[in-house]
């Protein structure tokens, strides 16, 4: 099992100082953007930003790059750089996808330059949403776009607009093992919100957050981090109902059985692949 990152900094590929220091957070994975957050004419300095930071980055397998819209002259001149990097990223985040046919397209053409990695997809548009068992098969994780959803729409970004994109997701996720990563928190000033949309989105089995801003980091990690007291009961239940062979037991007085050793042992085996990829102790930073 793949270790799933539960905290994602996006930092736009506009300055290589500033790629680099966002390494001395504490984010899962640093993502190189450059899509959105930045504008057309300085996407082709963008690159040269984004190769360089790529052959400097420690941990190239913890970075991801978040490419153009496929069907974009951009995304060929983004892909074109990356298959002419000495270091690929670890991940290649797609945009605007519409289609599980798009994921194939791009694993496929980054195969073709010696490249395989891991593919995320924003979940940015209505077809992807309509689509998304489908697109879950084929990638790697799925990280919700609200903004460009939210606008195409014609809502606002919260928490009712974007339910059920969300419950689609983890759904989908869940099926197929894939990564499931939420959006954004786009209320910076807010703290509260961030708080409480990702502890709504670890009910509902997303397994990170995204971010822009560093500062909200901690909140993230400290939710959606392996916690060792979570890992610890889940251990207790997966051989409490061993002991039990495989039936019912009752564990701190509550009832237990074989839907809730599933579940522990997926949590043991998610937080050991998290530490082998992410924690310092594992050597994923």
């Given amino acids: 099992m793949t270790g799933i990152p539960r905290s994602i900094l996006y930092t736009p590929a506009l300055s290589l100082d500033r790629v680099v220091k966002a390494w001395n957070y504490d984010a899962d994975v640093h993502l190189i953007d450059l899509e959105d957050s930045v504008p057309p004419a ?5 690159r040269i930003v984004c190769r360089d930071a790529l052959e400097k980055a420690p941990r190239p397998g913890n970075i991801a790059v978040r490419v153009n819209e496929l069907g974009s002259i951009a995304a060929v001149q983004d892909l074109v ?4 990097c000495r270091v690929g990223p670890g991940i290649v985040v797609m945009t605007m996808v519409t289609t599980a046919a798009e994921v194939t397209l791009l694993r496929q053409i980054l195969a073709s330059a010696g490249a395989r990695p891991e593919i995320y997809v924003t979940v940015e548009t209505v077809e992807a949403v309509g689509d998304i068992d489908a697109i879950a ?3 790697d994780g799925l990280v919700l776009g609200s903004a460009d959803l939210a606008a195409t729409i014609g809502v606002e970004i919260t928490w009712e607009a974007m339910l059920a994109a969300r419950q689609a997701m983890a759904l989908a996720s869940a099926r197929h093992g894939t990564a499931c990563i939420d959006t954004a928190n786009f ?11 990702t502890a709504r989105v670890r009910a509902l089995g997303f397994h990170g ?4 801003h560093p500062g909200e980091l901690d909140v993230i990690n400290q939710a959606l981090r392996p916690n060792p007291d979570d890992l610890r009961l889940a251990r207790r239940v997966a051989q409490a109902v061993q002991e039990a062979n495989g039936g019912i ?5 509550n009832m237990v059985g ?4 599933r579940l522990a042992r997926d949590t043991v085996a998610r937080g050991d692949a998290w530490a082998a990829r992410f924690s310092p102790d594992g050597g994923g930073k």
């Fill in 187 to 197: 209320r910076l000033a807010e703290p509260a919100v961030l708080a409480e949309e």
């Fill in 209 to 212: 957050k995204a971010t822009v």
């Fill in 249 to 253: 037991a009752v564990l701190d007085g």
């Fill in 137 to 139: 098969r084929v990638a």
């Fill in 42 to 46: 300085e996407k082709p300095a963008a």
């Fill in 258 to 261: 074989p839907p809730f050793a």
């Fill in 81 to 84: 750089m990356l298959s002419e």
